[in-house]
């Protein structure tokens, strides 16, 4: 066995139902295992999933393991070669695994890589790749001279912005929505510490890799990251976790220094957490406050995907501006780059899983030049219209 690929899964179904396709398309002539793990959704995840991947390894937990834990249970059922640690609200491209083992196999001292993740917007996610969070790099980045200093060797090192987007780099820190892993440097390194339950495990498990004798490296093939449509960012919950989990972090590894100095570092974490708790719990309070205003879309796909689109926004938004244009990527290549197509007041475009590629769509949506828009996808297979942070369904029965 080649890949071991292994999701865990939170009420994200639809999310991860187009992720899924995307993997089948991507491990075509490439001897690799799928394995998801679902954390006690209770959304009927399990049986959705198991209807339409028969082939795929779906172990259901009957409590949330956390992501550690989750991840650690399929990786020890596991047989790869390699593993990657894939996030259920991804697409990934039909040559990503054909580019990852290609690096690996010619760069025996990577221990891990790390890919170019898109916003929905197309921009460049900066959490792609990461430099240890050491107490200088953190006080940086908390202080804000990362922000204000981003392309800086010495202040900009956590989003290590100084190194080119489109070359291969080595780095420090990958992130755990996709983790192409060495199963060798893993077996060195060990498994996802289970005492982070959700966040930091990523950092630490880099940090482990690096400490093991390995190399961490950043591959600029790129993927889309949706980015935490399983959480809710303006709870308690989510803001205690991630600040917990940075303050394990720091206990784990630089409990050496001086009380002096880890003293102050806590503070600033917590005090950071108050903050993004405060400034998230007024953008929550806003959203609810404010009318909702209907998407505009540019379709673009097959005839019968645009027809069944047109009826999902048509009873969502009624007659509000969208644009249907019959192509593909044989016909229409350049998507919505092709010239006579304006891009003028709409904010989404919805690309036909069956008339593009996920290839080719990612590289449509990153191209530089234009005005961005976020992306939709819909499958006539799945009847499912996937926008940024909605999912539209009109068919919840099985599709072949």
Same mark, same amino acid.
């Given at each position: ?187 060195? *390194?060990?498994? =996802? ?9 990523? #950092?630490? /498990? $880099?940090?482990? +890799?690096?400490? &093991? ?31 917990? *989990?940075?303050? =394990? ?9 001086? #009380?002096? /100095? $880890?003293?102050? +570092?806590?503070? &600033? ?132």
């Amino acid at each position: 066995m080649k890949l071991s690929v292994i999701i865990v899964n939170y009420k994200v179904k639809h999310y991860l139902e187009q992720c899924l396709r995307s993997v089948a398309e991507a491990s075509r002539g490439i001897a690799v295992e799928v394995i998801v793990v679902d954390n006690a959704s209770g959304d009927g995840s399990v049986e959705y999933l198991r209807e339409r991947f028969p082939d795929v390894t779906i172990i259901a937990s009957e409590e949330n393991l956390g992501f550690a834990r989750a991840n650690n249970l399929a990786i020890r059922n596991s047989h790869g070669q390699y593993v990657l640690l894939l996030n259920p609200d991804t697409i990934v491209a039909e040559e990503t695994f054909s580019d990852f083992i290609t690096f690996m196999d010619s760069t025996p001292d990577a221990g891990g890589c790390g890919a170019y993740m898109l916003h929905t917007d197309g921009s460049f996610a900066p959490e792609s790749r990461r430099g240890l969070p050491t107490p200088f790099v953190a006080f940086c980045k908390m202080s804000g001279l990362a922000s204000l200093f981003p392309k800086s060797r010495t202040f900009g090192r956590y989003y290590m912005r100084y190194l080119n987007e489109n070359e291969v780099n080595r780095i420090e820190i990958m992130s755990g929505a996709f983790m192409f892993l060495r199963r060798d440097a893993l077996d060195k *390194a060990g498994l =996802l510490d289970e005492d982070f339950f959700m966040y930091g495990e990523d #950092i630490d /498990l $880099s940090y482990r +890799i690096l400490k &093991a004798g390995y190399n961490n490296y950043f591959l600029p093939s790129r993927i889309l990251h949706y980015k935490g449509e399983s959480t809710v960012k303006s709870s308690y919950r989510y803001v205690h976790t991630f600040y917990r *989990a940075m303050e =394990l972090f720091f206990n784990k590894h630089y409990a050496h220094y001086s #009380i002096l /100095l $880890s003293l102050p +570092i806590k503070l &600033a974490i917590w005090g950071r957490a108050m903050l993004a708790y405060a400034g998230n719990q007024f953008k929550h309070r806003n959203e609810h406050t404010q009318h909702l205003h209907p998407i505009n879309c540019l379709v673009i796909g097959n005839s019968e995907a645009t027809e069944q689109v047109r009826t999902i926004l048509t009873s969502l938004y009624g007659n509000c501006r969208h644009t249907f244009v019959t192509g593909n990527s044989e016909s229409l290549p350049q998507g919505h780059h092709t010239e006579g197509i304006s891009l003028e007041g709409y904010d989404t475009v919805v690309y036909d899983t069956g008339a593009y590629s996920y290839g080719t769509i990612l590289e449509l949506l990153s191209r530089e030049g234009t005005r961005r828009l976020s992306l939709g996808t819909y499958s006539t297979e799945t009847r499912t219209l996937i926008t940024d942070g909605a999912i539209h369904c009109n068919n919840e029965r099985p599709m072949a």
